[in-house]
Structure formats: C-alpha cells, structure tokens
C-alpha cells in the first residue's frame, strides 16, 4: 500500500475490471479504498464490454461437425499412460550406451594404428598387392574397349 | 459397452477421450456438445466474426478425433481445444491472402457513417470489430477471461504464460480497447439511441 493507495486492487481494476465476481477468488474480498478513478475507469470499460455481441454457434454447426468426424479416420491409437511420462533419466544414463561403442572405437584405431592385429588379416589385404609384381596392364577390361569398337566396325 | 449417449453425458471428460480414443463417435459427439459453443466463440471474438470461423472451430475438434490421445491431461481438454483453436486464428491471421474476401472481417464498422447516432447494435459491431483489432495475445487474453470466464490460471495455461502476463496483457486489452474506443466513447456509454436497445 502506497499513500493509502492500493497498487495491487489498481491491478486488479485495470486487468479484470470493477466486477468483484470476475477477479481471482482468493482476492474478492479484498478491501477497496483509494481507488475511485480506477475504480470509475473499470466500470466504464466493463460497460463498453458488456456492448460486445452475444456469440453462439449456428444451430447446425454441431451436426456439421459430426458429420465430418463420421467421414474423418482417425490416426495412429497412441494412449497415454495414466502416470504421464515417466521421469527422465539422468546424464549418465542417457549417455551410458554410448561409452562401450567410443571404447572398442578407440581400441580398434590403437590396435590397427600398431598392426598389432596384422597377423589376423589374409595377405592380400596386408601386402599382397604390394608383393605382387605382376600387376595387370588393364584393370577390367577397359583396355581392350578400342579393339571391341574396331571389330565392330570391321 | 455404452452406446446410450445419455450415459455420455455422466462420464468425465477422460472417459470421454478414452471412448473417444476407441472410434466412439457418440463419446466423441458429447465432447462436441460439451465444448463447440465455447470453441466457437472464442474463434468468433478472435476473427470478428469471420466466415470461416465455423470451420476453424471445426479444425480443433477434427485435430483431436484424429487423435485423442494427444491430450495428456483429460481434465484441461476445454483449454486443449482452446489453445488449438486459437492457434488457428494466429495462423490465419498471420497467412498472406491476396484478394482473399473471407479474410476481411465480417463485422462492419459504423465509424463509416460517423453522423448517424449509433443504436445497440451498431455499437456491439464496432466493438466487435475494435477488440478483433486487438494484438493477438492480448485479444486472446480478453475472450478467455472477460467472454469466456475462464479463471486467470487456466486461461494461463491455454496460452502458456505466467499469470502475471495474463494480467498484463488484460489490463492492455482493456486500455488499448477504451483509447480506440475514445472516439465514440460519451456515445457508447451514454448516448446510444434508443432503436434496438
């Protein structure tokens, strides 16, 4: 309260207006005073609200509606668990799964960095092409391709 | 199993979108008879009384037969369908139309012949027309609490916002609306014709 003026029932006025019924229950009974302009202001705006056009629905709408719903399918059941969603898990087990595929990552980059696994592997990966002095003048034929096109034309 | 519509009518709003959920279309047509009017309204206030506006109240119903499930807490279904009414007129709104005709509010202004007295009517259309005129938020904030008496916590919660901007935006609302009014303000409080009151 300021100067015997109560700031928050001026609150109360310019946000839900001069009728107590529309104000937040806990607060209807609070004590007015004070407050005469904003009180008067309230009125004036709640008069000129209650001016507003009085609205209902078409008195067809609601079949229309269900007509609709008649022809509309509906989509994929999913139903909600009573408790709501469950809570959520912390970091740690969020990331848990991710830790032992980072590990065998980093062990398999180690172990092949070192070739510690070399002897595992057949020849022809490990140096075979390597080894091999005779490689082939055409890899797949594609030397061959002019002579192909010259018998055809031939 | 129920079939009775009357037995319905008894039923929780969770029962109803449980039946709902299983293809009940009487389950579903309670919920409709529960909740279109105030759907409709809301829809009416926040687009002047747009032509479409039957068709984006139904919009929000169709949403929630195609599935029913998506609302997680059965008792706040009336702010369910609110919320996503209302974010169809923000849609809308927000929508280019070019030439479009239903885009232009259905209310007309009676400011267009400022001469002639204004009788009950004329005034409830330019008010009509002055709240559809509001910002967004704050013209959703006046239908829920003001038109629609919902309480400042769940009209809170259908607009996802603290209470104290609810507040805010009301008190704006209602200023922004008495300065647009100022005009016509000494008439509409207190000279209205006597025709059609």
Redesign the interface.
């Known amino acids: 309260m300021e100067n015997g003026k109560d700031t928050r029932l001026d609150?109360l006025l310019?946000?839900?207006?001069a009728d107590r019924a529309?104000w937040?229950?806990a607060e209807r009974m609070r004590d007015g005073g004070g407050n005469e302009p904003a009180q008067a202001?309230?009125e004036?705006?709640d008069?000129?609200?209650s001016?507003?056009?009085t609205?209902?629905?078409?008195a067809d709408?609601?079949s229309?509606?269900?007509q609709?719903?008649?022809e509309?399918?509906?989509?994929?059941?999913?139903?909600?668990f009573p408790g709501?969603s469950s809570p959520p898990r912390s970091r740690v087990f969020r990331y848990a799964a991710a830790l032992p595929l980072a590990a065998s990552l980093a062990l398999g980059v180690y172990l092949g960095a070192m070739g510690s696994l070399d002897f595992m592997l057949p020849t022809s990966i490990t140096g075979g092409v390597a080894l091999n002095d005779e490689m082939p003048d055409d890899l797949g034929g594609v030397g061959e391709a002019d002579a192909y096109a010259e018998e055809s034309l031939t | 199993m129920l079939s009775d519509a009357s037995a319905f009518r008894q039923m929780t709003d969770a029962g109803l979108l449980?039946a709902a959920?299983g293809?009940n279309?009487a389950a579903?047509?309670e919920i409709?008879?529960r909740y279109?009017?105030p759907v409709?309204?809301l829809v009416?206030?926040m687009t002047a009384?747009a032509a479409d506006a039957?068709d984006i109240?139904?919009e929000a119903?169709?949403k929630l037969?195609?599935?029913p499930?998506?609302v997680?807490e059965a008792g706040a279904l009336k702010g369910w369908l609110m919320r996503v009414a209302s974010n169809a007129v923000i849609d809308r709104s927000r929508r280019p139309r070019h030439g479009d005709l239903d885009a232009a509010p259905e209310i007309h202004d009676p400011q267009a012949r400022p001469d002639a007295p204004l009788d009950?009517s004329e005034?409830?259309?330019l008010?009509?027309g002055r709240?559809a005129a509001l910002p967004d938020r704050q013209r959703l904030a006046l239908s829920l609490?003001?038109?629609e008496?919902l309480?400042?916590i769940d009209a809170a919660q259908v607009m996802d916002v603290s209470i104290e901007a609810?507040?805010?935006l009301?008190?704006r609302a209602?200023?922004s609306?008495?300065e647009s009014?100022s005009a016509e303000?000494r008439e509409?409080?207190g000279g209205l014709t006597e025709t059609g009151r």
Do not use: T
């Not at chain 1, 310019?14 to 207006?17: E, L, R, T």
């Not at chain 1, 609205?55 to 078409?58: H, I, L, R, Y």
């Open positions: 609150q310019a946000s839900y207006g529309r937040p229950e202001d309230a004036s705006i008069r000129l609200l001016l507003a056009s609205v209902s629905a078409p709408a609601m229309r509606l269900m609709r719903i008649a509309e399918p509906q989509g994929a059941k999913v139903i909600a709501g | 449980e959920a293809r279309h579903f047509g409709v008879s279109h009017q409709y309204r009416w206030r009384g039957e109240a139904q119903f169709v037969w195609q599935n499930a998506q997680r009950r005034a409830a259309k008010i009509d709240i609490v003001y038109f008496g309480s400042n609810i507040e805010s009301l008190a209602r200023r609306l008495k009014l303000w509409l409080l």
